[in-house]
C-alpha cells in the first residue's frame, strides 16, 4: 500500500464493509465496439462466461484474456476493455477501497 492510499484496514473485515481492503464493483460489458472501458486502476476480475479482456495496444486491439478466465486487470481508463461476445453481461471487478466511508470510530 503506497502513502497516497492511506486506510484503516481492519482484520477480517469482508469486501464492501466499512475497513475492508477490497471493494467491489460491476461492469456492464457490451457486445459492441471495443466493449466497455474498464476505469483506471488494479483489479482482480472474476470469471465471467463469453466475456473478454481486449487492450489496444497501439496499432490493434489484442485479447489479453480469454471468455470466461479471471485474473488481474491493470487499466488506464482509455485502452482496456471488457467486452461481452453476445449481448451484455455483468463483469465483477474487485478493487482497492477508495473511499468506502467508516461507519464509526474504531478503537
Known amino acids: 500500500m503506497s502513502l497516497t492510499t492511506n486506510k484503516i484496514i481492519l482484520a477480517a473485515a469482508a469486501s464492501n464493509t466499512a475497513g475492508a481492503y477490497f471493494q467491489t ?11 466497455t472501458v ?13 466475456v473478454t479482456v481486449i487492450a489496444n495496444t497501439g ?5 489479453i484474456m480469454a471468455a470466461n478466465t479471471g485474473g488481474v486487470v491493470i487499466s488506464d481508463g482509455i485502452n482496456v476493455f ?3 461476445s453476445s449481448g451484455n453481461a455483468t463483469v465483477t471487478m474487485i478493487g482497492i477501497n477508495e473511499g468506502q466511508a467508516a461507519s464509526e470510530t474504531y478503537a
Do not use: H, L, R
Open 38 to 50: 474498464v476505469q483506471a486502476g488494479i483489479f482482480i476480475m472474476v470469471p465471467s462466461a463469453n
Open 59 to 63: 496499432s490493434a486491439n489484442s485479447t
Open 82 to 84: 471488457v467486452k461481452n
Open 25 to 35: 464493483q460491476t461492469v456492464t460489458a457490451i457486445d459492441s465496439g471495443n466493449g
